[in-house]
């Protein structure tokens, strides 16, 4: 076995190409709300609404009783090891280690938003890492398209949003598959008005005027994955592109190290050996701060 110094781990700078990749192709990275790990899980604490009373003159405050509980991120690790041969090695370690850094960035930021915001089986710490945003939300925060989707379906999702405790415009992003966009191009309001607007020199594209950010994860699956396939059906089934629309501040995303890289040797072969690496913890804080639309079939 080939023997790797684990204090060699290289983090990746904020403003490095991999960095910008990952956050170019996971939503969850570019906009869930960033909470440092120090260990491998911790509680983040979670309360509920707060009333507000009129004090008259004279008479005594009321106490606020809000119920107070939390959530528990835990850190999975997404990783990879890349054989690299002396042959490859050439005079151009850099140029081949960066391009295996840059396509596993791409694969990470797929199989996270998967697995964060479209994984529909149960969270194991393995195959289903979390438990996500789809399947922890309810069935009324979902609506399914049965055919194409139109203005009013989209209307009715951002209603589903916008009905609830937790909107606020502020905070307010649209995610969806990348199969969306093309579909939104053809959608106009009822002044024939185009209601997507794809972002020119940095950016963002909206929808309805609220930022949108695109994701090949946001396809269902039964465990994460960074190529989600299937064939669109009924509500729940693999294969069904999704668009969630909500308050990015109850997208939990824990970091706890990464992306980072280690180059090691192999001791057999006139080989090196790089792995890459993130450990993330993620949660939904509040389920119903989101609204969720499925393209099925009926």
Same mark, same amino acid.
């Given at each position: 076995?080939?023997?790797?110094?684990?204090d060699a781990w290289? /983090?990746?700078?904020?403003?490095?190409?991999?960095?910008? &990749?990952?956050? $170019?192709?996971s939503?969850?990275?570019?906009?869930?709300?960033r909470?440092?790990?120090?260990?491998n899980?911790?509680?983040?604490?979670r309360?509920?609404?707060?009333?507000?009373?009129v004090?008259?003159?004279g008479?005594?405050?009321?106490?606020?009783?809000p119920?107070?509980?939390?959530?528990?991120?835990?850190?999975?690790k997404?990783?990879?090891?890349?054989?690299?041969?002396?042959?490859?090695?050439g005079?151009?370690l850099?140029?081949?280690v960066t391009?295996y850094q840059?396509e596993?960035?791409?694969?990470?930021a797929r199989?996270?938003?998967?697995?964060? =915001?479209a994984c529909?089986?149960?969270?194991?710490?393995?195959?289903?890492?979390?438990?996500?945003?789809?399947?922890?939300? *309810?069935?009324?925060?979902? @609506?399914?398209t049965?055919?194409? @989707?139109?203005y009013a =379906?989209?209307? $009715?999702?951002?209603?589903?949003?916008?009905? *609830?405790?937790?909107?606020?415009?502020?905070d307010?992003?649209v995610?969806a598959?990348?199969?969306?966009?093309?579909?939104?191009?053809?959608?106009?309001?009822?002044n024939? &008005?185009?209601?997507f607007?794809?972002?020119l020199?940095?950016? /963002?594209s909206?929808?309805?005027?609220?930022p @949108? $950010?695109?994701?090949?994860?946001?396809?269902?699956?039964?465990?994460a994955?960074d190529? /989600?396939?299937?064939?669109? *059906?009924? $509500?729940?089934?693999?294969?069904?592109p999704? =668009?969630?629309?909500?308050?990015r501040q109850?997208?939990l =995303?824990?970091? &706890?190290?990464?992306?980072?890289?280690?180059?090691?040797?192999?001791?057999?072969?006139?080989?090196?050996?790089?792995?890459?690496?993130?450990?993330?913890g993620?949660?939904?804080?509040? /389920?119903?701060?989101?609204g969720?639309?499925?393209?099925?079939?009926?």
């Amino acid at each position: 076995m080939a023997h790797v110094n684990a204090d060699a781990w290289i /983090p990746e700078e904020y403003d490095s190409e991999v960095v910008t &990749r990952v956050n $170019q192709n996971s939503a969850v990275e570019a906009l869930a709300k960033r909470k440092v790990m120090g260990s491998n899980t911790i509680e983040v604490p979670r309360m509920g609404a707060v009333s507000v009373d009129v004090v008259a003159k004279g008479t005594d405050y009321t106490d606020a009783e809000p119920t107070l509980d939390v959530v528990t991120l835990t850190t999975r690790k997404f990783g990879k090891t890349f054989t690299i041969t002396e042959e490859d090695l050439g005079d151009t370690l850099a140029d081949v280690v960066t391009g295996y850094q840059n396509e596993w960035a791409v694969s990470y930021a797929r199989k996270l938003d998967n697995a964060a =915001l479209a994984c529909t089986g149960t969270e194991n710490g393995g195959t289903v890492p979390f438990t996500s945003l789809y399947k922890a939300a *309810g069935s009324g925060q979902k @609506v399914k398209t049965a055919g194409a @989707v139109t203005y009013a =379906l989209l209307s $009715q999702v951002f209603g589903v949003y916008e009905s *609830g405790d937790y909107a606020n415009d502020a905070d307010t992003v649209v995610i969806a598959h990348q199969s969306f966009k093309s579909v939104f191009r053809g959608i106009l309001d009822n002044n024939n &008005r185009p209601i997507f607007v794809e972002g020119l020199a940095g950016t /963002p594209s909206t929808l309805f005027d609220i930022p @949108v $950010q695109f994701s090949y994860g946001l396809k269902l699956s039964a465990t994460a994955t960074d190529s /989600p396939t299937g064939t669109v *059906g009924a $509500q729940g089934t693999a294969g069904n592109p999704i =668009l969630v629309v909500g308050n990015r501040q109850h997208l939990l =995303l824990g970091v &706890r190290s990464g992306p980072e890289s280690l180059v090691g040797e192999e001791f057999r072969s006139d080989e090196k050996i790089l792995k890459v690496r993130a450990r993330r913890g993620f949660a939904v804080t509040r /389920p119903e701060a989101f609204g969720i639309l499925e393209v099925t079939t009926s």
